[in-house]
């Protein structure tokens, strides 16, 4: 088996690392290239107005001066040069991305690359903050529990228009009992904001930021299930079509165009 990892948190953090230990339980042959600097939020972003940098840290190890995709679509295409891998494992990111989180993650993106490309994938977030925002980050969640789920998730296979969004929750290892197989969920609130502050020459400049107020979701969301302590498993793919409402439109908008 050989298996690329990628993250949007940047080549030296301490999730990619944990990400690692988890492809090694598999196998020897893991490759890792991901982006020299943080990538959080970049989304399924693609870098085409600059050139991109890569540079070798190590064996099978690169960097890139560019995005989660720009990294799996160089590995797959110039790097991996002996064979493309067969997975691709994304995180573990440093916060959860669960509900409309998906859509803004680095994470995912890394894993929608992977689908892109052919590559059954998979992402993996652990979920910080729910303790206390002095808490330090239960690493030792994801680690303990990635192997086990990405084994039964490979066992069982998945959809190839399909990438596997895995959320570990803010608790110990030792506190941690259930998985579960969750829909994506929507929060009943929005929780990002913009501070607006000024610099030393009286310009100013914001930093965007996130409320940690917590929604009401239903059983069976992402949200719930990691509010409560469960390891959250969520089947995610690209289409986004609402097939209810092209239904309704096809009755409004079907056949001339409307004048």
Not at 8 to 23: R, W
Not at 110 to 122: D, F, T
Not at 204 to 219: I, Q
Request: contains cysteine; negative net charge.
């Amino acid at each position: 088996m050989r298996i690329l990892c990628t993250n949007d948190d940047g080549i030296h953090a301490p999730g990619l690392a944990v990400l690692e230990k988890i492809a090694r339980s598999f196998t020897d042959d893991v490759w890792v290239v991901a982006p020299e600097s943080e990538q959080s939020g970049a989304s399924r972003a693609l870098t085409l107005s600059e050139p991109l940098r890569v540079r070798e840290a190590g064996p099978k190890r690169f960097t890139v001066t560019g995005t989660p995709t720009d990294c799996v679509f160089l590995a797959v295409h110039d790097l991996m040069t002996d064979g493309a891998p067969d997975y691709v494992l994304s995180g573990v990111n440093r916060g959860q991305n669960i509900a409309e989180d998906v859509t803004m993650s680095g994470t995912i993106a890394g894993a929608m690359a992977g689908l892109q490309v052919g590559i059954p994938s998979i992402a993996l977030s652990q979920a910080r903050g729910f303790r206390g925002p002095d808490e330090p980050i239960p690493w030792e969640t994801a680690e303990a529990f990635g192997p086990g789920i990405v084994r039964k998730l490979i066992e069982t296979g998945w959809p190839a228009d399909v990438v596997m969004n895995v959320n570990f929750p803010d608790r110990l290892a030792a506190e941690v009992d259930r998985v579960e197989v969750t829909v994506q969920g929507r929060r009943d609130h929005h929780i990002i904001y913009s501070d607006r502050r000024t610099d030393l020459r009286g310009q100013p400049y914001y930093w965007f930021g996130f409320r940690g107020t917590l929604s009401d979701p239903p059983e069976g969301t992402d949200l719930r299930a990691i509010y409560e302590g469960r390891i959250s498993v969520t089947p995610l793919h690209m289409d986004l079509t609402h097939a209810e409402t092209r239904h309704a439109l096809k009755g409004v908008l079907g056949g001339a165009p409307p004048k």
